[in-house]
Every structure is written in structure tokens, then in C-alpha cells.
């Protein structure tokens, strides 16, 4: 009678560990979707950068290079991209529309063109219009710092220079507006 | 025999001493130093390529690999250490990026499960097995047929194992049924809503599905209706008339945001410059002058003031120094072309 007892009370418990973690397997599984996601960099002081504008673009003007530490005070979206990078092709739209929406309202984008050729990069810039300040990351040493594992990657830094999302796959501009302006009514409050 | 019964353990006890102290020694005695390229070699070997299927840095034809492995070289170069250089890819990349789970958190659960699974299965392969033995000493003998002592009822043992398993994989199977819906509805309450479905959802600007400026002014005015004091609501109406070149429409949907949020800096620098293009100077200095004194450094503010005091007030010194002050708090903004030629042409005397 026992240890009839025992072997029910045993399979009560597999029954209810193997729901738990399946439970959690698929919560957390089922979570990683295309946008915002984890990463150890969040909540933590973006890395610093200087890198050199992509030759040809427009909206560097005098601006030889982009330094992340001299936009502190700004959200900065740092985009990584390349022009073989298809999803990067389908986000153009919506970036353009949040750096129209935002320059003049502290908000800065700054395109970190990776792995990539040089004339490719900038026939790329030419035909998407951006406008916003690209650099080159050559060497790919900003991307390693990010951890960033594919493009599009885009990261958000709060105006005290904190990253606060990461965003994989190909961004969404109200998504990606909404938590602007949270930031910047966080800055101006 | 007292002295060989004596002497044996010795030996044995001589000969182990002299094993370890040679072991010790091998141990402790310092290899020759190992080459940088091999150092490297070690620490890519270590890390997890993090484009790949389970395959290291030192392995992998990624180009993220390889340039994984040009920074390790230049950091060995550099002088830091192993254990640093790590720490540097996890930090980015997160513990997964190593090829051996840490000692803390879910890797010490992950260490840990090679002795607790087995140990698990052991137990239960055990209370079976247990269960199994008593079972068949419990049994009747297979050569005892009794046609006449038949039970009246069957004893528990005997009975068909059959329904009772399959009723137990229903009920597993119901349970993880159960877990698949509730975790995807937990999954659907805690994820942000997916591109597709915001798009009549907040349809401020011009959105996915939608570039067209009448399409985008359509969902913002239904969006107005629905939310009435909705700040973020009128706002992108008020963009999306401004976009279309319909100012007025643009200004009353602008001063509904100020009587709903007096303080909001979008809109008040918006009426702002309204009042300025409509030949009112001071009441656009007056409105911008507030905006400042609650954003202090807002760009679009300091042009929208720079152009009011500079054009409209012929305030020249003021009206450069706000010029300035936008050009160092928008490095990379919309009127920075606008502003130098201003501040180019102010040198002069005022702009007309």
C-alpha cells in the first residue's frame, strides 16, 4: 500500500517538474522574438566609440568622425548595418522616419556599417536616403564590444549614456518612438 | 613474519609517498612558456563562435570568428591577460559565449546535471526495479493452476496494465497541452505587440504598411477619436497635418496638446514658431522663452528662439549666442545648414 503510495506521489512529481519546465522552456524559448532582447550591455554604460564617417555620406558635413561620448545628453540608436544585409534594406524607411521625427529633439542615429566593402556601403547609403551620420566600423571592434551576432542590431543609449534595449532584426519605428519618448521625458522631468 | 606483516605496508606506503612526490614535481615544474599564437589559440578555443552551431572562435570560418580572433591576438599583444580578454567577450556577448558553463548561476545547474540526472535516474530505475521484484514475489506461481480456488475479484496485479498507462499519458499529455497554452498566452501578454498589429494601433507618422501622408493622417485622426486626451494622439495628427502643409488644422491640433499638456515642449515650440511666421515676434519669444525655462537645451526650442530674436526682434547678440547653443546641443540636426548661414550672414548686421 506504501509503496503504491510512493509510486503515485513519485509520478505526481514528474508530472508537475516536467510541466514547470516546460512551462519555462517555452516562455523563454517563445520569448526571443525579433525584438527587443537581452543583452549583458543593458542597464550598463554603453561602449565608447570613435569611428571615422563613411566616406561620401551626406550627413557627417564637417563631422570627420562620430564619437559616442560627445553625444552624452542625447538618446543615441546605434544601428548596425551592411548593404548585403536584406532586413537592413526593409528598416531604411523606418529609420529615416525616426531621424526625421527626432534630430532636432536630442535624438542622434548613428549607422555603424559592418562587414562590409566600402563602395558597396556607400552605394548603399546613396539609395536609401539616409541622412544620418554613418561611420565605418572596419575592423569590426564596436560590433565585438556591442555583441552583436547578425544585422540589423540596434541599440539604444539614454542621454546619461546607459544602454537601455537592444533590438535584433529590423526595427519598428513606433515601437522604437514610444521608447524615445519615454526617454526624453525621463531626461526633460 | 611479524617483521614481513611490518615491512609490506611500508613498501606500499614508501612507494605511494614516492609517486605522488613525483607526480608533485611534474606538476609543479614549469612547462616551456607558451608561444602567443598558442596563448590565442587557448582563449578562441574557449569561446564560443556566436554565429555558429557549437562550434569555438578557434574553429569557426565565420568572419565574426576571425575578427574574434584578430582581438584576442591584439589584446595578448597588449598585455592583458587571459582571464581579462575573456571577461571582455563575456561581457558583450553574455557567459553563453564560452564554451564551458561558469561556475555560478544556471551553470552551476548546468554543472551540476551531469551527477543529478543520473543520480535521479538511479533512484527511480531503483524504486522500479523494487516495485517490479515485489511484484512477481507476489505473484502466484505460473504452474499453480486452481480452477477451483478462482477469486471472486481480481487481484490488483493481474489486472490489465493498459488503460491505466494510457490514462496516464492522457493526463501528461493534457498537462503539457495545458503548459504550451499557458506559456504562450504568458508569452502574448509579456511580448510587445508585433509590427503588423501596431500599425492601427499607433499610426502617429507615416507607418509599415501605410507611407502614404493621407493613409497616415486617416489613422491618426481615428486614433484622436478614439483617444481624445490622448497627448501622443494629437501630436502625430498635428505632425501628419504639418507633413500634408495643412498649418491650421496643424496649430489647433498643437493647441489641443497644450490644453491637455501645458508643459509639453513639442507642441508650444510648434505654436511658437507659428505666432513668429504669423508677424507676432514677442508672443513667440514669450511661448519659447517658457519652453526653455522647462527644457533648458532643447534644440528645436533654442532655433525656433535664435530665428525669433535674430529675424523677428533684431536681437543680434542674443539671437546668436541661442544659434550657438543649438549647434552644440544638436550636432547632427535639421536646421544646422539653416543656422550657419545665419549666423554667417548676422556677422554682417541682420538678416532681412
Redesign the interface.
Known amino acids: 500500500m506504501t ?1 503504491r503510495r ?2 503515485t506521489l ?2 505526481m512529481v514528474a ?1 508537475v517538474a ?2 514547470v519546465v ?2 519555462l522552456l ?2 523563454t524559448g ?2 526571443r ?1 525579433n ?2 532582447a ?4 543593458v542597464g ?1 554604460r554603453a ?1 565608447d566609440f570613435t569611428l571615422p564617417a563613411l566616406p561620401g555620406t551626406v ?1 557627417t ?1 564637417s ?1 570627420r568622425q562620430v564619437r559616442l561620448s ?2 552624452r ?2 538618446v543615441v540608436l546605434v544601428n548596425f548595418w551592411a548593404s548585403w544585409c536584406t532586413e537592413c534594406r526593409d528598416e531604411q ?2 529609420l529615416n ?1 525616426l531621424w ?2 527626432y ?4 535624438v ?1 542615429v548613428v549607422g555603424v556599417d559592418f ?1 562590409d566593402a566600402a563602395g558597396d556601403a556607400r552605394g548603399f547609403v546613396a539609395r536609401s536616403g539616409a541622412t ?2 554613418v561611420v565605418a566600423d572596419r ?3 564596436t ?8 544585422i540589423p542590431e540596434t541599440y539604444l543609449v539614454a542621454p546619461d549614456g546607459r544602454l537601455v534595449d537592444r533590438v535584433v532584426g529590423a526595427v ?4 522604437l ?2 521608447r524615445i ?1 519615454a526617454l526624453l521625458d525621463g531626461a ?1 522631468s | 613474519m611479524t617483521v614481513r606483516r611490518r615491512t609490506g605496508p611500508l613498501l606500499v606506503l614508501l612507494a605511494t609517498l614516492t609517486a605522488l612526490a613525483a607526480l608533485a614535481v611534474v606538476g609543479v615544474r614549469p612547462g616551456p612558456a607558451p608561444t602567443r599564437a598558442a596563448q590565442a589559440y587557448r582563449i578562441a578555443a574557449g569561446l564560443r563562435c556566436p554565429v555558429c552551431q557549437d562550434l569555438s572562435v578557434a574553429d569557426s570560418p565565420a568572419p565574426l570568428a576571425r575578427q574574434m580572433r584578430h582581438r584576442i591576438t591584439a589584446d595578448l599583444a597588449a598585455g592583458r591577460s587571459a582571464a581579462l580578454i575573456r571577461a571582455r567577450f563575456v561581457s558583450a556577448y553574455g557567459p553563453s559565449v564560452l564554451m564551458s558553463p561558469t561556475g555560478t548561476g544556471v551553470g552551476t545547474v548546468v554543472r551540476a546535471l551531469p551527477v543529478v540526472v543520473p543520480g535521479a535516474g538511479l533512484v527511480v530505475g531503483g524504486v522500479l526495479l523494487r516495485r517490479w521484484l515485489s511484484g512477481r514475489r507476489a505473484a502466484p506461481p505460473a504452474r499453480a493452476p486452481a480452477p477451483a480456488r478462482r477469486p471472486v475479484s481480481r487481484p490488483r496485479q493481474a489486472a490489465p496494465r493498459g488503460p491505466r498507462w494510457r490514462r496516464r499519458a492522457v493526463v501528461l499529455a493534457a498537462a503539457l497541452a495545458a503548459a504550451v497554452g499557458v506559456s504562450t498566452a504568458l508569452v502574448g501578454a509579456v511580448q510587445p505587440r508585433s509590427a503588423s498589429s501596431t500599425v492601427a494601433a499607433a499610426p502617429g507618422q507615416t507607418v509599415r504598411g501605410a507611407p502614404d501622408g493621407q493613409a497616415a493622417l486617416a489613422a491618426a485622426v481615428r486614433r484622436v477619436r478614439r483617444h481624445p486626451r490622448d497627448v501622443a494622439a494629437h501630436l502625430a495628427l498635428a505632425r501628419a497635418y504639418a507633413s500634408l502643409g495643412q498649418q491650421r488644422l496643424a496649430a489647433i491640433e498643437y493647441l489641443a496638446v497644450a490644453r491637455v499638456d501645458p508643459g509639453n515642449a513639442e507642441a508650444s515650440t510648434a505654436l511658437a514658431m507659428m505666432a513668429f511666421v504669423a508677424r507676432a515676434p514677442a508672443e513667440a519669444k514669450r511661448i519659447v522663452d517658457r519652453v526653455l525655462r522647462a527644457h533648458p537645451g532643447y534644440p528645436e526650442a533654442l532655433y525656433t528662439r535664435g530665428l525669433v530674436q535674430l529675424m523677428g526682434l533684431r536681437h543680434l547678440s542674443a539671437g546668436r549666442a541661442d544659434l550657438h547653443a543649438y549647434l552644440r546641443v544638436a550636432p547632427f540636426g535639421a536646421h544646422r545648414r539653416t543656422v550657419e548661414t545665419l549666423l554667417a550672414l548676422s556677422e554682417k548686421g541682420p538678416p532681412r
Do not use: F, M
Open positions: 509503496t510512493t509510486g513519485l509520478g508530472v516536467l510541466v516546460a512551462c517555452l516562455a517563445l520569448g522574438g525584438a527587443v537581452a543583452s549583458p550591455l550598463h561602449p550627413a558635413g563631422e560627445a553625444l545628453g542625447q524607411a523606418d522616419r526625421t521625427r534630430r532636432d529633439a536630442r542622434v562587414q544620418y551620420p575592423r569590426s571592434q560590433a565585438l564590444a556591442y555583441g552583436v551576432r547578425g519598428d519605428a513606433d515601437r518612438g514610444r519618448d526633460r
